[in-house]
């Protein structure tokens, strides 16, 4: 399985002989490939599988030539991946994670205030999209003039990426451009989407591809599973999206993932997070890392480096050879699990507490909080050499997830679930970390949302999962740093979508700034 994730990803050398220049703006349409596309193919059958290889790439790296390479402008090529940007926007803006280094514009993600246009994190984002966008959209317009082996998998597969590109825009920004098929290469600005109709698009394409996707695909990439999850969590946040709800259709493909999809649950919790997570049962979709031919200092090796310092902490032990001492854990992730010091939950002991302190008075200060332990570098099986970069693939979806989606689902009220099967799903997610079965009288919508915290922290859902459940914004929850004070304070609705980059609003007129962002 290694050798299976490392071979596609090498794949992206056919790819990068057409890669241009990084974009220069966010709404940049440039092609990752000219009219050379027919000759290529005739050369080269497996070209077709390098260039979209090269697309599933844009979200585990940050460009084509190693580590110090980026897709899209930026100062420090590390910062700009697709990952460590989903983790910045998600964790760091919400109770789970702090970071303490102080770069510019990343004290506003973790102390949630002070929010502008001009943040470079809420850019990268969005560059990132707006990167990934339009080339899987050319790569999609070149491939419907082919008649390739898999070019309708491919296109299929393409199609994917885009809409999954596309969520974290209707996830984090609220609106956008859309690029299709139909007006790519549209001289002049395009006009603004909505939060509906990227919303309404991305299903659509989802729907369409659902049965074109194979019921199993080469380890990596799509297939209906992922799509179907995708679709899960489009809906599941349906009514943040659009105001109307759609618990009933979430359920019905989450249903479809957990019951057609042949994934188990992982029998060691941490399997799904170290270094050879490839051969876990639970991960529906990853996002490859390798610390050889796929370095980056944007996907795992910033969630497993970042939490690593040799001051406190032995390096070796969690595969790594560096420790960058950035991120730690707030109470409010680890107080979830009661006393972390006797806790049976196998996920309540992923923390490190030895020469750090249990409150956060200082989110600068490296001892203040316990850092994750979660992801790491180190085989869970068998033995592992430690690296500087990571080997742990991301799971972006996995089982688990699955089965609280489909628990929240049912407590909503969605009909074609049962209680009782919810209550099963969750019971299972729980006693394989050791933790304690619960009644249906327990299963409320609070217990959800501080369960789906314990097993999927760290993981780049918990801000949108506490906007779905009203915990995010105003001051009925407060946790560490909120609103940039020690005990948490109210923020204002407002935080609920991040501002649109200044540098998009000046590339395309029609794009206008969120409301309450200057």
């Not at 790519?184 to 659902?210: C, D, H, Q, W």
């Not at 009782?420 to 050791?434: G, H, I, K, M, W």
């Not at 020690?486 to 590339?507: E, K, M, R």
Request: charged share 20%.
């Amino acid at each position: 399985m290694k050798n299976m994730k490392t071979n596609f990803r090498k794949l992206t050398v056919v790819a990068i002989l057409f890669v241009m220049a990084s974009c220069s703006s966010e709404l940049d349409q440039k092609p990752l490939i000219g009219d050379t596309l027919d000759n290529l193919l005739q050369n080269n059958p497996g070209a077709a599988k390098g260039l979209v290889s090269k697309m599933y790439a844009t979200f585990a790296l940050t460009g084509p030539s190693g580590p110090g390479s980026s897709d899209i402008v930026s100062n420090d090529a590390g910062e700009t991946g697709f990952l460590r940007g989903i983790i910045n926007l998600q964790d760091f803006t919400a109770d789970d994670m702090k970071n303490r280094w102080g770069d510019d514009g990343l004290d506003q993600l973790t102390t949630t205030s002070n929010w502008t246009q001009n943040n470079k994190f809420f850019r990268y984002l969005f560059d990132r999209v707006y990167y990934t966008v339009p080339q899987t959209t050319n790569l999609i317009v070149a491939l419907n003039q082919t008649s390739g082996p898999d070019k309708e998998l491919y296109i299929s597969e393409l199609r994917f990426l885009r809409s999954l590109a596309y969520y974290y825009m209707i996830d984090c920004f609220g609106k956008g451009v859309l690029i299709t098929t139909e007006n790519y290469g549209t001289t002049g600005a395009l006009p603004e989407a909505s939060r509906t109709e990227l919303f309404n698009y991305v299903e659509s394409e989802l729907l369409a591809i659902e049965s074109t996707l194979p019921d199993h695909n080469e380890y990596g990439r799509a297939n209906k599973s992922a799509a179907r999850m995708l679709l899960a969590r489009l809906y599941l946040n349906a009514v943040v999206y659009t105001g109307t709800a759609r618990y009933n259709d979430a359920l019905t493909y989450v249903n479809k993932v957990i019951t057609e999809g042949g994934y188990t649950l992982a029998p060691n919790f941490v399997h799904n997070f170290s270094a050879d997570n490839n051969t876990s049962p639970e991960i529906i979709f990853p996002l490859i890392a390798d610390a050889v031919s796929s370095q980056s200092y944007g996907n795992t090796t910033y969630l497993v480096n970042g939490n690593l310092n040799s001051e406190t902490m032995p390096l070796s032990f969690f595969g790594a050879t560096d420790g960058w001492g950035g991120h730690r854990a707030t109470k409010a992730w680890y107080n979830l699990y009661g006393d972390i010091t006797t806790t049976p939950d196998v996920r309540g002991q992923l923390f490190w507490t030895a020469g750090h302190t249990f409150e956060m008075t200082d989110y600068k200060v490296w001892t203040n909080g316990y850092p994750s332990v979660k992801f790491r570098n180190s085989n869970a099986t068998g033995p592992s050499t430690p690296t500087s970069f990571s080997n742990t693939d991301f799971p972006l979806f996995r089982l688990a997830d699955a089965y609280l989606m489909y628990a929240e689902c049912v407590v909503r009220g969605a009909t074609g679930g049962s209680a009782s099967q919810a209550l099963s799903y969750v019971n299972e997610v729980r006693n394989r970390s050791n933790a304690t079965s619960i009644l249906q009288a327990d299963l409320t919508l609070d217990f959800i949302l501080d369960e789906r915290g314990r097993e999927l922290n760290f993981e780049g859902v918990r801000r949108t999962d506490l906007i779905r459940f009203g915990k995010f914004t105003g001051g009925s929850y407060l946790w560490p740093w909120k609103g940039n004070t020690l005990n948490g304070t109210s923020i204002p609705d407002t935080y609920n979508v991040f501002p649109i980059p200044l540098t998009a609003l000046d590339a395309n007129p029609n794009l206008t700034q969120n409301p309450g962002y200057n």
